[in-house]
């Protein structure tokens, strides 16, 4: 099951999130044949994705986050909205070789020389847009950073998949944030329990993200506040893919089915194709 816990801390000066997206990753790895490098900066991506989507306000609130470190994976992008996400990676296919610790190289996959975008459309006149430069491309950190510089948010971020031959066996992570009065002394602890989380994905694996929540935050004046559901989900659909081939315009749409005989439009989310013939266009046209 994918989801995310949320508790409050020191009688609610600080707050956490707990976040599992096991299962979503193992679907990301079936529809885009992600390699296991993929899958891990995928799979922190929709960790980050789950944060952001399970702290929007409305269910009409989307977003969408792009990370783009130039690195060999290229971009990764995750979208959603309403507890539903859906993300992907440029080149799914790209492997590096492991680490020196034995850790899947994911910053250098991603690479740093970047920037992290944040787009939320609360339902404003103007959507929100946060960016900041990226810290190391492995995710968690470049998170944590873009809170605190774009949202203003003093927080930690640990981020982990954890991967074999078949596939994803956890992935998620915690988010601690500081609130508004919160003292030294909590702080300190706050670090001090975040160093335990150097290989989340492990715990997220040994003990489930209600586990760690239990081990290591629920005696820190805790509140249990939800306990809330996400979903793997795309929301591509033939009538945006009409109006998207509507866009090209219909003399380029006849050149280039006179070259192939069809038009082929492929979702990058979900992978789902949309052909068109002469018939299907035709149709477009009429209406
Ligand atoms: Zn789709």
Redesign the pocket.
């Known amino acids: 099951m994918n989801k995310i816990i949320k508790t409050g801390l020191f009688g609610g000066f600080a707050r956490a999130a707990f976040i599992d997206v096991t299962d979503m990753v193992n679907e990301e790895i079936k529809i885009h044949s992600l390699s296991p490098l993929a899958t891990a900066a995928l799979g922190r991506s929709l960790t980050m994705g789950a944060y952001v989507c399970a702290n929007l306000k409305s269910p009409s609130d989307t977003f969408s986050i792009t990370v783009n470190g130039g690195g060999p994976l290229g971009s990764i992008v995750i979208a959603g909205g309403d507890h539903a996400l859906?993300g992907y990676v440029d080149n799914a296919s790209v492997d590096l070789p492991l680490r020196a610790d034995g850790h899947l190289d994911v910053g250098g996959g991603v690479g740093k020389d970047g920037f992290i975008t944040v787009i939320k459309d609360l339902g404003l006149k103007e959507p929100y847009v946060g960016r900041c430069e990226l810290v190391s491309g492995e995710i968690a950190e470049d998170f944590a950073k873009y809170l605190l510089v774009s949202e203003g948010i003093k927080n930690t971020a640990a981020f982990g998949v954890k991967v074999d031959k078949n596939g994803c066996i956890a992935a998620g992570g915690v988010v601690v944030e500081a609130l508004p009065g919160i003292t030294e002394d909590m702080l300190f602890i706050l670090e001090d329990v975040m160093t335990n989380f150097s290989n989340v994905s492990d715990l997220v694996a040994e003990k489930g993200v209600k586990g760690i929540y239990d081990f290591y935050f629920s005696h820190l004046d805790a509140e249990l506040y939800a306990e809330e559901d996400l979903t793997l989900r795309?929301n591509?659909s033939q009538e945006k893919i009409d109006s998207m081939i509507k866009g090209i315009g219909k003399q380029e749409c006849e050149e280039i089915l006179a070259e192939r005989g069809y038009i082929e439009a492929v979702?990058h989310?979900?992978e789902?194709k949309y052909v068109y013939g002469k018939e299907e266009l035709d149709k477009l046209w009429e209406k």
């Open positions: 859906r795309c591509c979702c989310f979900c789902k």
